[in-house]
């Protein structure tokens, strides 16, 4: 009998969300519009450090702003381009967004119409001391503490909860400083157009993050049915299943204990069969050094399903190979048990 092909064996939903050249169209359309707005408000046009300062103003604050959205909690950004690119994307877009802020206030002092440097560093000096451009000033530092932290964070002191609270804590506070900047200082932020741009760009994104966490946060926790160890450092956790959890075999999700305010991504390793949700968790760090200490019974919050690693985008095929190493194995488990006919029902479909 001829083998059925692996797309054909399965019956797989395609996740939603944007293609790579529609989240690509997207940054570059935001990062545009802007100069766009500008470019029509009939403001007349300043020197060329004046006016690439205000660019390089407008486009450094819409990369900020859509850190937030690339962070990998929004499914439409991520789920078909992968959580592992979209997360690359989040921590190398900060960089490129500090050059053009810290190029703002650097083009602000006009350096083309100054020969002499020390004058040029006494008017940089006056910008930066000027009571008006103080919120600008102190959002501009929060922005280089945050993609420190992000691109030191293995070798920071301070454990993943306590820097990814304050990574959040920072970013929102930075954003809403440089809002503030925008619309007293701005030249072009006077103007209607952008005038209602950049509030409902920065505060409809911190809105809607914040209310999607908010929602996660106070939904009904699962609980916590067996942790067991399975191996060296290595614990099984499976928690009791809430109807409606649809998923895919080889999606992860975010976990978080208690009311605790930080959570903890672990690939899925049960079925979408399963009436529970499995995780194999490997003592890593400080949270998943105490996995083991979890009491049964414990109220968890999960948000997911996230992630692409799933046989969904697979031409067709007779045969199927995976490979992993350590605790990456826990999704592999997953799309193998998925893959074999399970109960009577075709594997691979996104069961409740």
Do not use: C
């Not at 809105?207 to 099984?236: F, K, M, N």
């Not at 979408?272 to 949700?277: I, K, R």
């Not at 968790?281 to 690693?309: C, L, N, Y």
């Amino acid at each position: 009998m001829k083998r059925p092909k692996v797309r054909e064996f399965l019956n797989l939903r395609r996740p939603l969300g944007l293609p790579t050249w529609g989240i690509a169209a997207l940054y570059l359309g935001l990062s545009a519009l802007p100069l766009i707005l500008a470019s029509g408000a009939g403001i007349p046009p300043a020197g060329p450090g004046m006016e690439g300062s205000a660019a390089a103003g407008m486009v450094g604050m819409v990369l900020m702003v859509a850190q937030i959205g690339s962070s990998g909690r929004f499914p439409f950004l991520s789920s078909r381009v992968g959580i592992d690119v979209a997360m690359a994307f989040h921590k190398w877009a900060a960089p490129v967004a500090l050059a053009l802020l810290l190029a703002h206030p650097v083009l602000l002092a006009d350096p083309f119409t100054i020969s002499d440097p020390l004058h040029f560093l006494d008017r940089l000096g006056s910008l930066a001391f000027s009571p008006k451009l103080a919120t600008g000033l102190i959002a501009l530092v929060l922005f280089l503490v945050l993609t420190l932290m992000a691109l030191l964070r293995g070798h920071l002191p301070a454990g993943y909860g306590l820097w990814r609270l304050s990574h959040v804590l920072l970013a929102l506070a930075a954003l809403l400083l440089a809002l503030d900047h925008i619309l007293a200082a701005g030249t072009y932020a006077a103007a209607a157009p952008l005038s209602l741009f950049w509030p409902l760009l920065t505060l409809g994104v911190v809105l809607i993050w914040l209310l999607r966490h908010l929602i996660v946060w106070l939904s009904s926790p699962w609980q916590v049915e067996e942790v067991r160890q399975i191996g060296d450092r290595l614990w099984l956790l499976k928690i009791k299943r809430s109807r409606g959890f649809s998923f895919l075999a080889g999606q992860f999700a975010w976990l978080r204990f208690g009311r605790s305010l930080s959570d903890h991504p672990f690939s899925i390793a049960s079925t979408p069969h399963d009436g529970h949700l499995s995780f194999i968790i490997q003592e890593a760090g400080d949270f998943t050094s105490k996995i083991g200490r979890i009491a049964i019974g414990s109220p968890v919050t999960v948000d997911g399903p996230h992630g692409s690693f799933t046989l969904e985008n697979l031409p067709d095929s007779d045969a199927l190979l995976l490979i992993a190493g350590g605790v990456g194995v826990a999704p592999i488990f997953a799309i193998l048990a998925d893959v074999n006919v399970n109960g009577g029902v075709k594997s691979g479909q996104a069961a409740e």
